[in-house]
């Protein structure tokens, strides 16, 4: 899953060396959290969140097939 967040927040921004994703485990939920520069936080985000939408719908698509939650944070 990190690496599919990852492959996606670098295909967005401008500056794709500054992308990083960690992983975490909250209880039964694996949390992604995405860090980017300030300058492509917009990018990630897009206007009224849509883009990170989109993202955290690729996402919980790809952890259905596998039976698990995955949750994405933006920071």
Same mark, same amino acid.
């Given at each position: ?41 917009? $990018?990630?985000?897009? $206007? ?19 039976? $698990? $939650? !995955?949750? !994405?944070?933006?920071?």
């Amino acid at each position: 899953m990190r690496e599919l967040v990852e492959v996606i927040a670098k295909a967005l921004v401008d500056h794709p060396e500054e992308v990083v994703v960690t992983e975490k485990t909250e209880g039964n939920a694996l949390v992604l959290e995405v860090k980017v520069a300030d300058s492509d936080m917009g $990018k990630v985000i897009g $206007k009224q969140g849509r883009i990170a939408k989109a993202i955290r719908s690729v996402v919980k698509a790809a952890a259905a097939k596998e039976d $698990k $939650k !995955v949750i !994405v944070d933006i920071a």
